[in-house]
């Protein structure tokens, strides 16, 4: 376990009350921090993201999952997918959440519910919009601000496009055939149906126009292909030591 990287004053524990704030549910850090860890899928994002953010003691925000819940109010909705005016207007009426790493559409948990083969199928067209990427981006955002400004925030886009100015970048890579493994071993699937379905998927997220998957300048690359989960953590960890 390392040392806290950001460090608190007895001061710096409470927020300024502003309006709807009744109380606290992260300590607000002295400085304020934010981690972006961009990448494809089945590089670990997400558990070494939750990992480190709690090594951290920071808030995690995993952007995926809003991006999956707008999906799910699209098919709820009924509306044609490739009709950029009915997803934007499903998109722009229905709230979305994340507390305590459960994700919330219009106030009810739906975090099983994104992760099924028809959101991941489909969300990609849906968040390949740049209409609906423009709300998201400021929900990210203001869902930072509402945390105290520090966070360690998981994505696609996060250190090129949400957070361009963030203090620490991470990049996840692994080869495909190991992320395709990881993921089969995850669902339990057939590796070589998952590796399709994945490839699918990052050729369409690597290739969009609006906010397409790259390296953001100045972030951190790391293979996860070869490294133990433990490793991973541990080197985010002391990238942002190294840098506070
Ligand atoms: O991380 P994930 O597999 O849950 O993300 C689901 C999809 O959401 C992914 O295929 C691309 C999209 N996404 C995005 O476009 N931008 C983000 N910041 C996060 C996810």
Redesign the pocket.
């Known amino acids: 376990m390392f040392a806290p990287i950001v460090r608190r004053t007895p001061q710096s524990r409470t927020n300024p009350p502003g309006p709807g704030f009744t109380h606290l549910r992260y300590p607000v850090p002295s400085v304020m921090l934010i981690v972006t860890i961009d990448g494809p899928?089945g590089t670990g994002?997400?558990t070494v993201s939750k990992a480190a953010a709690t090594a951290m003691s920071l808030p995690y925000l995993?952007?995926?999952?809003f991006?999956?819940a707008a999906t799910l109010a699209v098919i709820r909705s009924q509306v044609d997918p490739s009709d950029a005016a009915s997803v934007l207007s499903v998109v722009s009426e229905a709230t979305f959440d994340q507390r305590d790493g459960i994700t919330y559409l219009d106030g009810e948990e739906v975090s099983e519910e994104i992760r099924t083969d028809r959101i991941t199928r489909a969300?990609?067209e849906v968040?390949a919009y740049p209409v609906v990427r423009q709300r998201l981006v400021e929900l990210q955002r203001s869902w930072v601000d509402q945390v105290g400004g520090s966070a360690v925030v998981e994505?696609?886009?996060?250190g090129s496009v949400?957070f361009p100015a963030a203090q620490v970048k991470v990049y996840l890579d692994a080869r495909p055939e190991v992320r395709a493994a990881r993921r089969a071993a995850q669902a339990g699937e057939d590796p070589t149906e998952t590796s399709v379905d994945l490839l699918r998927?990052d050729q369409a997220?690597s290739t969009r126009s609006a906010?397409p998957l790259i390296v953001p300048s100045g972030a951190h690359v790391i293979d996860t292909s070869d490294l133990t989960f433990e490793e991973v953590v541990d080197t985010v960890v002391r990238l942002v030591d190294s840098k506070s």
């Open positions: 899928s994002k997400s995993d952007t995926g999952a991006y999956r969300v990609s968040s994505g696609r886009d996060i949400v998927r997220d906010s």
